[in-house]
DNA sequence: ATCCGCATGTAACCCGTTACATGATTCT
DNA sequence: AGAATCATGTAACGGGTTACATGCGGAT
């Protein structure tokens, strides 16, 4: 049933719409105004990748709702099916590799960002825990490779450009452990 | 005469050759065998990029040295041409630009560790000090858009997922000083 | 003789970018 | 009425991924 999985995009709008449901031009907007517009979507990869999720039956264009003369036309704002919800929860869902954390970071902050009404307080510091163990084992397996290669590094600057891979991830990683404190405040434990 | 710019992919590439004259498998394996090939180039990709940088000129491949029967078949190994020199070199001059520098700060340590034994300490030095302005101009950019949106902001995770980029950009700014420092030691400063 | 690793290459497919086209709505 | 903005869409192009094809070299 369900053909190839969705691009990282596709999934990035699909959780928008289930947060909000929104048309392709508010949903431009989001992503210029949102902390530095790190992303422009061009329209030519936002309303195909919405047409994409559309056919898929992820999402859906809420049917004009004015019954009068000229119902809102041109203007499709699409909400998330059932189906679409599960998909997104899904993806929520998707285990932290330790092999990549690295190269995924900013998608699993995105992920962070976006489950915070659809999963419950527990399952969030789950996920925290878990992106927190693979920043541990990444950071380890950069300091091992340090170690390894101490000597016979081409020159200063492949160690320095190591220093930083290894300085932002141990940041990233106090970042996640400050955040599970921050989280269990509230929510002072699953009770055991 | 010079087309369409060059990929990223490209120019990493054509950084590598410039550096180490190398065939194509040989270059696959420097990705793999780099930190955690955090990007593994596919042959696809590959072979096809090494074409375009040959057909431009910018890299060569070496002539089969051996005048005997089969002159080491099937081996390819490019070498770069003075173009491909100056046009690496050019690419390392690029302007580090204060409101993309986030999104762009892997590929500016990619540049960072191939200028070593391109640029002389000082060009270096400018270098970092560009990176090191243009990470606290980001930063403080993000610091106002924090304070901006400090009350308004749906929730707690969107805040959570803004700290940890003032947290990892931090200490890419500490790192970057840290760098200054380190290199301005053996270079004890260009006299004035 | 065969299997595995080295080494290069190609074709189908997909998606994002660029650039353009088009219509509706609102402001002046 | 005219301009700017809202809003959606499409076509050409380019490059990366996947998957496959191919040939050479050394090992068992």
Known sequence: MAGRQLTTFEHILL????????????????FAATPMGLYQPSSGALYPALHRLEQRGLVQAQAPP????????????????????????????????????????GLHLMRFAMMEYVFPPHEVLEFLQNLA??????????????????????????????DHGLAVYRASLRW?????ADLSAVVPAPSL
């Open 15 to 30: 959780g928008q719409i289930c947060l909000t449901p929104s048309s392709g031009y508010g949903l431009k907007r989001i």
């Open 176 to 180: 996640a452990e400050h955040a599970i």
């Open 133 to 162: 163990t693979a920043l541990a084992q990444f950071t380890a397996q950069l300091e091992q490779y340090t170690a390894a290669v101490a000597t016979d590094l081409g020159g200063r600057h492949p160690r320095l450009a190591l």
């Open 66 to 105: 004015g019954p009068d003369s000229h119902p809102a036309r041109h203007r499709r704002v699409y909400e998330a099916t059932p189906t679409g919800l599960a998909a997104h929860a899904n993806w929520l869902r998707t285990p932290v590799d330790s092999a990549t954390v690295a190269r995924d970071l």
